[in-house]
């Protein structure tokens, strides 16, 4: 079992910005794939943001294209998202989430579908 703890959302204003962690914790028996998402109020499905692979390949969402930073500590066990020139559509909950790297994360790892394990997620506000 793997345990993802978020931390690091809060408030900010348009413009700001903010840094999202993710510590992952427990038994992966396998290389893992990790990436971000989020669910903004109303929204029916979660949006892919950011994904890292194991090999360090990174993928974002048009929305945060140039704004947002993924990356990974080298003990590989937290996943961070930086985000700068932050919009009031930006506000969300964001979840961190693993995934065991299965084809079907390669084919799309920004699918919310495509992922194993899920943190609680953060709230992430950002006014005008």
């Known amino acids: 079992q793997v345990q993802l703890a978020e931390s690091g959302g809060g408030s900010a204003q348009a413009g700001g910005s903010l840094r999202l962690s993710c510590v992952a914790s427990g038994y992966i028996d396998s290389a893992y794939c990790m990436g971000w998402f989020r669910q903004g109020p109303g929204d029916e499905e979660r949006e892919g943001v950011a994904s890292f692979g194991y090999d360090g390949a990174t993928h974002y969402s048009d929305s945060v294209k140039g704004r947002f930073t993924v990356s990974q500590d080298n003990a590989k066990n937290t996943l961070f998202l930086q985000m700068n020139s932050l919009r009031p559509e930006d506000t969300a909950t964001y979840y961190c989430?693993?995934?065991?790297?299965?084809?079907?994360?390669?084919?799309?790892?920004?699918?919310?579908?495509?992922?194993?394990?899920w943190g609680k997620g953060v709230l992430v506000t950002i006014s005008s």
């Open positions: 989430a693993v995934d065991v790297c299965s084809g079907r994360w390669f084919l799309d790892p920004l699918n919310y579908r495509n992922q194993d394990y």
